[in-house]
């Protein structure tokens, strides 16, 4: 007999559930956190040497395609202001696997006091500048971008800066009160939007924290260096987290002008690749992956070059005395006029008693 084809046809289908491997999302999430490796115990062991006692700062200048005359009239200004202000340097600048004829203008340039370091392959920003901190030798090291947007006179006021102050480090604040920029809105904008993120996510006591030119201590990088991960424009602030964790807190944030010489360089995906990888950095901070041992300044002892500025009014910091490595507001305040009267000064007072009001 046929079947009556005006009856509904049944289909049975059976659902399974379905398996969810966690292992997986485990592993996903540790390749996302552990993408960037940095440069490890090769840099530690290249910051721990001790530094050449004939030179007062290193400057490093990574660039990457950035033309060989803009390079050469970035590398010969830092070279020339600095020799003008009777600063002992030694000028770095780190190609990171360029494909333009820009490292050229290092030997154009016939200084032995400017050398060249040439990545075999693109490695970003933090890859450029690890790789520069690495063949530093001088006890102050810092960095300058390669656009010329910011004048290289910053870097001899920077460094009295550092050593007047006893600081760990000195940043170019753009939000300073004296600073001076042209920057366009939508640069402006993501700025704000970082210091939020930064302040908020991060914990960070900051008003700025890309602009590039900056000022270390030797012994922060060497114990910082070895712990960061980040190899693109993120490294600035992991450096700043590796601060705060390692309790290298004597941070000061200075005048910057910029003038644009061109267009931005950072392009809308490099922002959202950079905010990407802040929250990386919160993500290992939070699962304890850093491993950062906090210093102990019981026994540290200043050491610092014996510059001076008397033109700008700064004086060398003496040796470490009775009022102890973290107790130097007045000495600042005496040695750099004007500086305990900054509001903008990034110095993280979290473990000073807050003042009450009267």
């Not at 424009?233 to 910057?256: K, N, Q």
């Not at 990386?280 to 500025?309: C, K, V």
Request: glycine fraction near 8%; hydrophobic fraction near 35%; avoid cysteine.
């Amino acid at each position: 007999m046929l079947n009556d084809t005006n009856a509904p046809l049944r289909t049975e289908v059976t659902l399974t559930p379905a398996y969810v491997d966690h292992t997986t999302l485990r592993q996903r999430l540790d390749r996302w956190v552990n993408r960037d490796r940095g440069l490890g115990s090769d840099v530690s062991t290249a910051l721990q040497e001790p530094p050449d006692p004939n030179l007062d700062l290193t400057i490093v200048v990574p660039f990457f395609n950035t033309g060989r005359e803009l390079l050469g009239e970035t590398l010969a200004g830092v070279r020339d202001k600095l020799s003008q202000a009777g600063v002992r340097h030694e000028v770095i600048a780190v190609d990171d696997g360029g494909s333009d004829d820009s490292y050229l203008a290092v030997a154009e340039l016939n200084d032995p006091h400017v050398r060249l370091l040439r990545l075999p392959q693109n490695q970003g920003k933090g890859g450029a500048l690890l790789n520069g901190f690495a063949a530093a030798r001088a006890d102050w090291i810092g960095f300058i971008d390669a656009d010329g947007d910011i004048s290289p006179d910053h870097l001899a006021r920077y460094l009295a800066t550092a050593v007047a102050s006893d600081s760990d480090m000195v940043v170019a604040d753009k939000t300073h009160q004296e600073s001076s920029n042209a920057v366009e809105s939508s640069r402006a904008a993501t700025s704000q939007v970082m210091h939020l993120v930064n302040g908020r996510l991060l914990r960070l006591a900051l008003t700025d924290t890309q602009t590039g030119a900056k000022i270390f201590r030797r012994e922060f990088l060497s114990h910082a260096v070895p712990l960061a991960r980040e190899r693109g424009f993120a490294l600035d602030v992991e450096l700043f987290v590796l601060a705060r964790l390692l309790h290298y807190r004597r941070i000061l944030g200075m005048p910057v002008s910029i003038a644009r010489t061109g267009g931005s360089t950072v392009s809308k995906k490099a922002v959202l690749k950079t905010g990407s990888r802040v929250l990386r950095i919160f993500a290992r901070e939070t699962l304890g992956m850093y491993r950062a041992e906090p210093r102990d300044w019981g026994n540290h002892s200043t050491q610092g070059i014996a510059f001076t500025n008397t033109n700008q009014g700064y004086e060398p910091v003496p040796e470490q005395g009775s009022e102890g490595r973290r107790s130097g507001r007045d000495r600042r305040a005496k040695a750099i006029p004007g500086l305990a009267r900054d509001r903008r000064s990034l110095r993280d007072r979290r473990d000073e008693p807050r003042e009450t009001a009267r």
